[in-house]
């Protein structure tokens, strides 16, 4: 029997199955709550901070969260999306992010929310860090000018692919992702095209050479619509790339 | 009937394309109506070589000259109300992606060792400005008070902005005019 109750969110009530945590039973409700290192088909994270929503007062990640009946939850409200919007611009002057040459432009979920949150600025001074490419795959190129650190690429390594190809180094300001071989590069790992490794990056680092720009700039996935137009789109499902069972 | 007070505008580019400008002569017949409310001082459009006092000035382009600095300074002393316009005003934009490298080695590269290159030399005519070594966003060396993101922002969402502002209202872009690419 699914033992369905409900919580609040912004004053509508959201039903949620036991297990689910706050944003799961958000987005399969329909309702956006923004996100970064969530990911439908992965354990949660709790790193970017995004999700976080007011729970009684007090501040919580909302994809860390178990959802409990009877709890009154905040999120589209200006002290958090405030919040969110210095959180963003932060990541934007940390890491090196030139959109319009950048060929996950109008599909990345950083800028989408930028859009949605009417970030028109950093505001912070750029660190213009110095983060050279790695091309030397034949097929994919890594750009780590525009990592976030979410892990999603590491976890899709080894979680689904069973191969760790990635992993974070480094800690505070000084972490960064790194590719597990000797040389430090790519073309020295096993790495395919089919890995489920290669379509989770929310942002422009993982891309396939060979088809940039084939998809029109103004007709991507948030061009089209915003992203907090798309919560169903993150609802839970089950892991779709699992091919080691 | 007494006309009501037109607000002066000044524009410029500095280190940008002149895209944004381009952009902004794409509001098109619209130039008409909002000719009625504002009238340009400094800007490529009149060619006055100096900012005098302005309500709003319009800079694209991010800095990377000496030069840049002197211009962004006259803006900031003369506008009540300075807008970032675009991604190089905005973020540094192209020109910052030399950031990282050591500016003699892209001089250098450029004009010395680049391929084809005969009796190449790094030009030290001392009328060009000196370059810097590194090139910055407008809000990194003056108050900047809005910023009109896009590369170039569209006609509409640069007509949308400063429609909102001269009307009073804090300017907003929403879904589909505000575009970082
Ligand atoms: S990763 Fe996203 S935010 Fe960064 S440059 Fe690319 S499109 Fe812009
Ligand atoms: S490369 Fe992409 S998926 Fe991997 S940590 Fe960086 S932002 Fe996340
Ligand atoms: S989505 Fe919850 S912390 Fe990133």
Redesign the interface.
Known sequence: MNNTSTFQLDGTDVPFESGQTVMQAALAAGHYIPHLCYHPEFKPHGSCKLCTVKVGGRTAASCTMPAEAGLEIESDIEELNALRRTLVQMLFAEGNHFCPSCEKSGNCMLQALGYDLEVHTAGFRHMYPDRPLDASHPDILLDFNRCILCELCVRASSEVDGKNVFALAGRGITKHLIVNARSGLLNDTNIALTDKAMEVCPVGVILKKRVGFKQPIGERRYDKRPISAQALDDAPRAPSGAKHE | MSEKKKLRVATTSLAGCFGCHMSFLDIDERLIPLLELVEFDRSPLTDIKHCGPCDIGLIEGGICNGENVHVLREFRKNCKILI?IG?CA?????P??R??LDLGDCLTEVYLTEAGLAHGHIPNDPELPLPLD?VH?L??VVK?D????G?PPSGDAIWKFLTDLIAGKTP????GL????
């Open positions: 970032a991604s905005i973020t540094g934009g192209l910052a992606q950031n990282h590194k966003p809000h990194e900047i809005y910023f009109i993101p590369c907003e872009l929403g879904h505000i575009e970082y690419d």
